[in-house]
């Protein structure tokens, strides 16, 4: 069986939300707390982009 050649320079795109800053999981899940503990309907992106961001981390 001959060997595969595979150009790592054409890497997948990243799955992790473009928009959510770089944290770790424990400074996530505090930011997630806050805004959920606010009930400010206006943070709903936010909330949603750190939900997805912890999502990633689980699977």
Not at 23 to 35: G, H
Request: charge should be negative.
């Amino acid at each position: 069986m001959p060997d595969i050649q595979v150009d790592r320079s054409q890497m997948a795109p990243s799955i992790m939300p473009a928009d959510v800053p770089e944290l770790s999981d424990d400074e996530c899940l505090a930011c997630l707390a806050r805004a959920v503990e606010e009930h400010d309907s206006t943070r709903l992106d936010e909330v949603a982009a750190l939900i997805s961001r912890l999502a990633v981390t689980i699977e």
